[in-house]
């Protein structure tokens, strides 16, 4: 008895040690594993948040304007809305499924995208292997993707929307917005924008086109065996097209049919058959270009680029609607004009073209109405010298630095200058007139007529040079501390101006005092009619007041009428404005030039012209510090503007007629004034004789009067 009782009492025992073992166990491994379900909820967590964030991304990039973006071209209207050009890249002639033949979705799918219809927008198996392959190229230090696993949906939104950079993130995107597009559109509707938006070589876009231009037929009449050749392109259409590699084209198209009667699409007899026949090439693809006005074009973009926040893609790809401030008829006779040789100087002895721009601004609200960038062949988005160029603008620079605020401070326009060869402060700067012709005294308007350099640099001297500073800066150029000198007055800046800038702080002058900054446009609208950018509104700025613009419009009317623009002159017609030139340093030549400029305008126009090369060097300079060689290229643009505005006339005349005119009124003041004088003069002697007679005879009398008592 007490045996079994000894027994059970070691049987309890053995059990609590047991469960005390267990327990002890227990809260071992729950303190492992408690961290293990940390872990697991912080990634859950992590992918929950990307998950999110990847959604919202998607659903804000637009898809729902997808089809219409791929179908429409970006069009460019003028200033009265009409239809100018249009911008595309990555874009052929959209045509339905039911324009296609069902060989082609036949071949692309079979090659493609077997599981397109069962599947949405992304494979499983094809994001493991792509997700294998990342693992391994991140442990080997490859930050790209090595293999595909895209579907046709995927490989849409690749084109469509994202950079064809090979990188896990880009992948992550293409997954969710291909999840949204599959939302948005049919099956249907997927694959024929994918068909119309594939690219296949030689610049061309789209399954109609590329029928066209390999096979000399419409899309809707492909055969089978062609039909499998441009199947077999989508992989490699540089390398696999029949025009540059037949051979290779032939091998991969006899792929694409075994695929297809793997897809039991075509029968293996069948596939067999089209691989023995011959690829038989036609060409019958026409490309229309319709970037008509290629320098306004491109800074179109580059303003919707810059001053809007888009990219090149969406421009060019997206179907919008850009409204600009263009005048189709300035800009084809700019162009033109730019076109006659006639109008330049001569090439350099190498061969190496003057080159030029200009540009067109409606002062009124600073729309650029015509813009040509350079002389020769264009580069799509290259170098626009109108709007990049950073060029010292010689005497055009002194309207803004110095007669116009000597004007704003208590001067007139026919106030005397001093013009002399003098030095000035303690580096003896040295200003010299051209030619070295001083005359001692000038009148304002006729030191900035003909161009005087000492007058002008006296004048800042004598106004401050922190006003002509200042005066600069309010018209909006680039200047720094480092300008703060009195060579400001003849342009000497540090970093230079465009003239699509100089253009802009003209258009002052011929707008009654207001600045309008120049700009090319004015709405843009996106393929579903939203307006996204609404530019109607000018950026106007009071930078003088209508008095001063007045009296610089007279003097700037005589740089054309008897200055140094008088060659220039467009024939019939008023311009006021300003030459300029710089000089072209360690060259040998003392008379050559780097820079030419004239800036002309009327109350509706305001034209910037510069001449030059593009690199200055003994070779490469231009002639004569004048301001005539430019007249040419300037008085022909003018001739063939003007007639296009509404040709308002000015409200002020020439300077130098005004002072005439006041020192003729002067003349007469001082021929009145010697009659009148004259006159009172006349009138008092006859009234002292008459006084004198009546005191004579009033003595006599008196006389006779006393002798006849």
Known sequence: MNQMKSHNQDRKRWFLQLLHRIRKNWHRLSKRYHLVRMMVAALLLVVLLMSSFLTFKAKTIGVGNLHSSLKQSTVIYDNSNQNAGELYSQKGTYVG???????????ILSTEDRNFYHEYGFSFKGIGRAFLLAIKNKILHRDYISGGGSTITQQLVKNAYLSQQQTLSRKLNEIFISIQVENTYSKNAILSMYMNNAYFGNGVYGVQDASERYFGMSADQLPIQDAAVLAGMLTNPSGFNPVDHPNRSKARRNVVLDLMAENHKISYSQAKQYQKMPIKTVDNYSYKNKYNYPYYFDAVIDEAINKYGLSENDIMNHGY??????NQKQQQSMQNDFNDDN??????SDGTKVQAASVAVNPSDGGVSAVVGGRGQ????????????????GSTMKPLAVYTPALENGYNYDSTLVNKNQTYGKNHYHPENYGNQYTGKVPMYQALAQS?????????????????????KNFGLPINSSD??????????SNGVSPQQMAGAYTSFANHGVMNQPHYIRKIVDASGHVIVDNTTPNSKQVMSNSTAKQMTSMMLGVFDNGTGADAKPS?????????STEADQTGDADATRDKWIIGYTPNVVLVTWEGFDNTNAAHHLENVSGTGIGPLFKNEMQSIIPTTKQNNFDVSDAQTMAEDKNKGKSSNNIWNNIENGADKFSSDVGKGVNSIKNGANNLYQKAKQWFK
């Open 452 to 472: 005087m350099n000492a007058p002008a640099v006296w004048l800042l001297n004598q106004i401050g040079v922190n006003k002509g500073y200042h005066s600069v």
């Open 378 to 393: 264009h580069v799509f988005r290259g170098y626009n010298r109108a709007t990049e160029i950073k060029r010292q603008p």
């Open 97 to 107: 499924l039911q324009r296609i033949s069902q060989n082609i979705p036949n071949a």
């Open 321 to 326: 609607k850009i409204y600009t401030t263009l």
């Open 484 to 493: 703060k000198n009195l060579a400001l007055a003849l342009g000497g800046l």
């Open 572 to 580: 019939g017609y008023q311009v006021a404005g300003k030459t300029g």
């Open 343 to 348: 109008n330049f100087p001569q090439n350099a």
